[in-house]
């Protein structure tokens, strides 16, 4: 039994006072570097992405593609929305809190939209994002102010061709072939990584098959991947034209595939790869035991 003196129990106090008020200096404000160099509140956002059902992003020459995995906060809900129509050539599927979401979304069509009426343009992706980028850094900087929970994979198609792009609450973008967010997104990213030769020049529907088989990859080992939880999304050549021109072909547009509309690729998507593995695992193992089973029937035989 160990005892401890009122002088030492005070010293306890005092010093797990100074702990927490050391913590509290560097978290409780996002203006606020720890000696570190971290900003906390910008990492805590970070990992608010990192909660969120997982998301997935891939382009080609041609087209770019997202594919979302959507969930029921419980039982008796519907599924949440995971990706979000911008404009007719924008898309965006987001990792995070869906109320930040929301707003994040609606500021992105206000500024579609004024691009539209005030240069009758459509709005240049790399432009968007600069200025989403802008407007969620102010809230890295600014007292009184907390960065955007939620992360985004944004899909486009302008001047230049098809792009993806992600956004993080650092007010970061950058620019990628194939990209993941959310939970488990590592797992994503490893299949992405083994096939992104493959990307380049793949169609619409490949792609839409690689974003599928990406995003299972996420799941854990007991669960499938379901036709009613996964949202996909896709945008293509012309869907940057004006809206009333013949020259916008059908399906180009930005077009979001929900539960049968997937049928056809939930068809063809075989086998995971942590399935194959398992079976490979498992042949060798049966390859092996082989000889040694032998050996013994032989040995029995000579008995």
Known sequence: MTYASPASGAGSQRHGARCTMFR?????????????????????????????????????????????????????????????????????????????ARVLSHYMRQLALSSRLMYTRPLPISRLMSTLADRAQLNTMQYGKRPYGVGFLVIGVDDTGPHLYEFNPTGNCFEYHAMSLGARNQSAKTYLERHLDAFADASRDELILHGLRALRETLPQNKQLERAAVSVAFVGPGADADPRSPAVRDGEKFSLLEGDDLAEWFEQLGPSEREQAAHARAAQAAAEDAPADSERRDAMDEN
């Open 24 to 100: 509290n200096t560097y978290d409780s404000d996002n203006t606020v570097f720890s000696p570190q160099g971290r900003l906390h509140q910008v990492e805590y956002a970070l990992e608010a992405v990192k909660q969120g059902s997982a998301v997935v992003g891939l382009r080609s020459r041609t087209h770019a593609v997202i594919v979302a995995l959507k969930r029921a906060p419980s039982e008796l809900a519907a599924h949440q929305r995971k990706v979000l129509k911008i404009d007719h050539h924008i898309g965006i599927g987001f990792a995070g809190l869906t109320s930040d």
